[in-house]
């Protein structure tokens, strides 16, 4: 699976990741940070699965109507869990996601908002 995981996003989570044969490119290693629409947008043509820990993407995607391929949002988890919970995520959630749906994972919850 193709991700992209935002800057905010531990970047030892691509390793995690990787590992399993996901094509990841992380954000934190550009030159600058381009801002949410951008890296949504950069995503989305990449055919990449967003992976943040910023509320912001949804209203972008939800509210804004900006086209996506699928978002994970990670809240209140520790750095070194945050490619095992995708990991676990793409596993059980891999065929809504490419089909744009909005994963959101906290402990001991998960949402699953399905694309419109």
Same mark, same amino acid.
């Given at each position: ?46 055919? #990449? +699965?967003?992976? =943040?820990?910023? /509320?912001?993407?949804?209203?972008? %995607? &939800? $509210?804004?109507?900006? @086209?996506?391929?699928g978002i994970i949002r ?13 990991? #676990? +995520?793409?596993? =059980?959630?891999? /065929?809504?996601?490419?089909?744009? %749906? &909005? $994963?959101?994972?906290? @402990?001991?919850r998960l949402r699953i908002r399905p694309p419109e």
């Amino acid at each position: 699976m193709k991700l992209l995981l935002d800057t905010c996003v531990w970047g030892g989570a691509r390793k995690d990741l990787e590992a399993f044969g996901h094509d990841v490119v992380w954000a934190g290693d550009w030159p600058e940070d381009p801002g949410d629409e951008e890296i949504l947008t950069h995503a989305h043509g990449e055919g #990449r +699965i967003l992976v =943040t820990l910023d /509320k912001d993407f949804g209203e972008i %995607a &939800i $509210v804004h109507g900006t @086209p996506h391929s699928g978002i994970i949002r990670l809240v209140n988890l520790a750095a070194r869990k945050q490619g095992v919970v995708c990991l #676990r +995520i793409i596993d =059980t959630y891999g /065929k809504e996601l490419r089909s744009g %749906a &909005i $994963v959101t994972a906290e @402990p001991g919850r998960l949402r699953i908002r399905p694309p419109e």
